[in-house]
C-alpha cells in the first residue's frame, strides 16, 4: 500500500512566475511541502504545460530547465537528520495539441514550442540521476481544449504511472 499525497494547483509552472496570479511558480514553497510530508520514498513531479502559455517566450529546453530547478529543490529540502533525500521520478507532460476554446488565447503557439519536450526532459532527468516517464506514451491531451487530460484518460495515466512506481517503492 502506498499513500499519495498530492500537490495540484492550476495554472502552475515549473520555475516561473506568473504575471498576473502570484504563487504559481513550482518553486514557491516546494521545500516545505517536501519537509512537511517527509520521509518519502518517492517525488514524482509533473509540471511544465503552463510554461507554454503566451505570457512566456519558452520553448521545451526552458521547461527542462525549470524542472531541474525542480529536482535541486527536492534535494535541498530541510529534511531532519538521518532522513534519506527522495528519489525523483519526472513525468513529462504530454504533447499539447492546437489550443481551443476558452484556455485557446493563454497558449496560442504553445503546440509548436513545446516540441522536443520528452527528450529535454529525460536529457534533465539522467544528468540529476532522476527516472522519467513519458505520459505521452500512454495518453494525449484533449481533443477539446488540447491543453488539459480528459477524465478518462486520467484513469489511464494513473495506471500507467502506478505501473511504473511500483517497482521504484519496491526496490527501496
Known amino acids: 500500500m502506498a499513500r499519495v499525497f498530492e500537490n495540484c494547483l492550476n495554472g502552475r509552472r515549473t520555475a516561473w ?12 514553497g516546494l521545500e516545505q511541502v517536501i519537509e512537511m510530508h517527509s520521509p518519502l520514498d518517492l517525488v514524482i513531479i509533473m509540471l511544465g ?3 507554454f502559455q503566451t505570457v512566456h517566450d519558452h520553448t521545451a529546453r526552458h521547461s527542462a530547465q525549470g524542472v531541474g530547478a525542480l529536482i535541486d529543490a527536492v534535494r535541498r529540502a530541510p529534511i531532519e537528520p538521518g532522513m534519506l533525500v527522495p528519489p525523483v521520478l519526472i513525468v513529462v507532460p504530454p504533447a499539447i495539441r492546437v489550443p481551443d476554446g476558452p484556455v485557446m488565447p493563454k497558449f496560442l503557439g504553445s503546440e509548436n514550442r513545446c516540441v ?5 526532459y529525460g536529457e534533465v532527468a539522467r544528468s540529476y540521476g532522476c527516472q522519467v516517464f513519458d505520459a505521452g506514451t500512454v495518453t494525449t491531451t484533449s481533443a477539446v481544449d488540447g491543453i488539459h487530460i480528459d477524465p478518462d484518460q486520467h484513469t489511464v495515466l494513473g495506471e500507467a504511472i502506478a505501473h511504473r ?3 521504484l517503492l519496491s526496490s527501496g
Open 17 to 28: 512566475d506568473d504575471p498576473v496570479k502570484a504563487g504559481r511558480n513550482g518553486l514557491d
Open 165 to 167: 512506481v511500483k517497482p
Open 49 to 51: 504545460i503552463n510554461d
Open 116 to 120: 522536443g519536450l520528452a527528450d529535454a
